[in-house]
């Protein structure tokens, strides 16, 4: 039996708070929805599942795919989003001896053109909100094709925290994405790691 880590992308990956934030808030506008106006605003769309969270805002559910359309990064928008610190190191550590997935509230595409400009390649499959807009299902999907192993969720919100406990998965929370630690200790994530060495060093030790 081994692994398998699922990754979020933006906010454990990718520092990409001020782009994605612009794009949220803009399409926001876009479809008819004011009260996702400011950065605390936007923060708090992550503290569940965020096409929950923008529907519960005005955002009609007819709408979401035209709002996914509308969160597309540019090529010359993606240059400039850059890795957080030793991401790129940690992710080909921990793919040695682990199967690496990515799911996402952005778009499938851009996150794959993403980390192919930053040669990154060491992950089985990105799953977008393009294809599915639910995380516990996007991951329900993942254990039902990569059955017998030991799943962990890696994320940087509560929304986080609480879609992989839904989906029955260990839960570990990053403290240099989006949401502060004392944020998401309130979730109570199995663990939380403060920078990607300790993520490196959790998988390098027995767990309980």
């Excluded at 519960?56 to 928008?77: A, C, H, N, V, Y």
């Excluded at 403290?175 to 060093?201: A, C, M, R, Y």
């Amino acid at each position: 039996m081994s692994n398998v880590l699922i990754f979020d992308y933006d906010g454990v990956i990718a520092d990409s708070l001020e782009i994605f934030m612009e794009k949220v808030i803009s399409a926001c506008i876009k479809h008819g929805s004011n009260q996702v106006n400011t950065k605390e605003d936007f923060l708090n769309l992550f503290n569940d599942n965020l096409y929950v969270s923008l529907i519960e805002r005005g955002i009609s559910k007819e709408t979401i795919p035209k709002l996914i359309e509308d969160f597309q990064i540019g090529l010359k928008e993606q240059k400039k989003i850059k890795l957080f610190n030793g991401i790129k190191e940690m992710l080909v550590k921990l793919s040695k001896h682990n199967k690496i997935i990515i799911i996402t509230s952005n778009v499938t595409k851009v996150v794959e053109e993403s980390l192919k400009l930053k040669n990154i390649d060491c992950f089985e499959e990105v799953i977008g909100a393009d294809k599915e807009t639910s995380k516990v299902k996007k991951i329900e999907s993942i254990k039902s094709r990569y059955k017998d192993n030991d799943y962990f969720y890696i994320g940087d919100t509560k929304g986080d925290v609480i879609e992989g406990r839904k989906a029955k998965v260990k839960t570990i929370a990053v403290t240099w994405g989006w949401h502060s630690e004392e944020k998401l200790k309130e979730e109570k994530p199995d663990f939380i790691v403060h920078n990607p060495q300790e993520l490196v060093d959790l998988f390098e030790k027995p767990k309980d």
